[in-house]
């Protein structure tokens, strides 16, 4: 059974809190709450799911940004939809799982590029992507400790396993903020760019990104992600079947004739 595709930039025509924007094969999808700051309130976490699903659907996409405003990326869950819930309230709901996690399980990559603040539940997004591009002016934190709870989005797990323990207990325990110089030597972020450039550069990643053979860029994913899920040795097992069946893809006999007669490639995705 094939899956009914969907463009992305008409699902956005309906939706409030998502702008998305086609440039080529890259979809450019741009958080639209800026008088909240990018607070991810229940609307704007479904409808970047519904966005989501149908850039997955759309065979025509190759690699999704996610971008905020200049002040915000996104300043975390909305603390006042929040503030009235219980606990019967949340666990019934499933508030986080059932409607957070979409960018997470994208098969296709995903970055994030941000600018201004990533606190809490926006931090949380910005490492549910691929990779963080940030802007000079980006600050990074899991605030969630200052209104009386902890992050409930994959702070204390992405994050731990994306600095290790003393950082992440130092941004999780006090709610420091950290700016992009910090975050890029934490290695929480992998470039650090300057505000006017940060969309343009995180697209062209994008983009070369899409350019590469399909599968092969699946495959790398699935097995960079692999390693936050298992032991060392599985993990290479995994990496070992993975590139053997790159070699059943015409990417691969593409891609090394393209560099053996020192011409460009061109790839089938096939
Ligand atoms: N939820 C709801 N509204 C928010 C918000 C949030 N997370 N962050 C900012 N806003 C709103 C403010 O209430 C304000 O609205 P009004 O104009 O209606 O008062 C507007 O956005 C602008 O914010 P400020 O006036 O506070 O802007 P500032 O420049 O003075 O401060 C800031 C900026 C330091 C980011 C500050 O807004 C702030 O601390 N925000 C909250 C950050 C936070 O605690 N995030 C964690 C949320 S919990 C979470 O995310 C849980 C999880 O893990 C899933």
């Known amino acids: 059974m094939t899956t009914k595709q969907q463009d992305p930039i ?37 409808e970047l799911t519904e966005v989501l699903d149908a850039t997955e659907r759309d065979d025509s996409v190759a690699a999704v940004v996610i971008t905020g405003s200049a002040k915000a990326f996104a300043a975390g ?6 503030q009235p819930k219980t606990f019967v309230d949340v666990y019934l709901e499933d508030f986080i799982t059932s409607s957070w996690e979409r960018p997470s399980t994208v ?33 990074f934190g899991q605030p969630e400790i200052t209104i009386g709870i902890l992050p409930g989005a994959g702070g204390t797990q992405r ?39 940060l969309v343009s550069e995180a697209v062209a990643v994008a983009t ?15 097995s960079v992600n692999r390693a936050f899920e298992t032991t060392l040795s599985e993990g290479l097992r995994f990496e070992r079947r993975m590139f053997h069946a790159a070699f059943a893809t015409e990417g691969q006999n593409e891609g090394m004739d393209a560099f053996i007669n020192k011409r460009e490639a061109r790839y089938s995705d096939r």
Do not use: H, W
């Not at 440039?23 to 607070?39: Q, W």
């Not at 092969?216 to 994913?221: G, I, P, S």
């Open 77 to 82: 869950a909305d603390i006042k939809e929040m």
């Open 107 to 139: 098969r296709k990559p995903i970055i994030a590029a941000v600018s201004g603040y990533a606190l809490g539940g926006g931090a949380e997004l910005a490492m549910m992507c691929d990779l963080i591009i940030a802007a000079e002016s980006a600050k």
């Open 208 to 222: 070369k990104i899409a350019n590469f053979s399909k599968p092969a860029v699946l495959l790398a994913k699935e």
């Open 10 to 46: 008409k699902v956005a025509e309906n939706t409030e809190y998502i702008l998305a924007e086609r440039r080529d094969s890259v979809v450019l999808l741009t958080l639209n709450r800026s008088k909240a700051l990018n607070a991810l309130c229940d609307s704007l976490t479904q």
């Open 159 to 197: 994050l731990a396993r994306a600095v290790g323990k003393s950082k992440a207990m130092d941004m999780v325990l006090t709610g420091r903020m950290i700016d992009a110089a910090e975050a890029e030597r934490m290695g929480l972020v992998a470039r650090v760019v300057a505000d006017e450039e």
